[in-house]
Nanobody
């Protein structure tokens, strides 16, 4: 019913940039919150960024480097990642809520993509 598909991951050198895309389709409240999360092997899934309306929030480790945005017309959210570091290496997931929630708790989101791998070489 609701599908979330990430794209844009890949291999990049430290200091480089990537832009991830998250396309949402299906019947969902137009102003639903969205979030980006990431998970490295053996680590907890952590929040990267969230957006609802024009309000954005970021995890401490990515503040000043990453930017979340959305295009309502395309039903797509983006994560612009600049100044990438090896510690940013992880599987990145996009999540959509059925509410306006866009916070740090994964359990509050209702729909998840399969993720896209980001690998940053030193």
């Amino acid at each position: 019913q609701v599908q979330v598909v990430e794209s844009g991951g890949g291999l990049v050198q430290a200091g480089g940039s990537l832009r991830l895309s998250c396309a949402v389709s299906g019947r969902i409240f137009s102003d639903h919150g969205m979030g980006w999360f990431r998970q490295a092997p053996g680590k907890e899934r952590e929040v990267v960024a969230g957006i609802r309306w024009s309000s954005t929030d970021y995890g401490d480790s990515v503040k000043g480097r990453f930017t979340i945005s959305r295009d309502y017309a395309k039903n797509t959210a983006y994560l612009q990642m600049n100044s990438l570091k090896p510690e940013d290496t992880a599987h990145y997931y996009c999540a959509a809520a059925s509410t306006t929630y866009s916070g740090r708790y994964p359990s509050r989101y209702d729909y998840w993509g399969q993720g896209t791998q980001v690998t940053v070489s030193s």
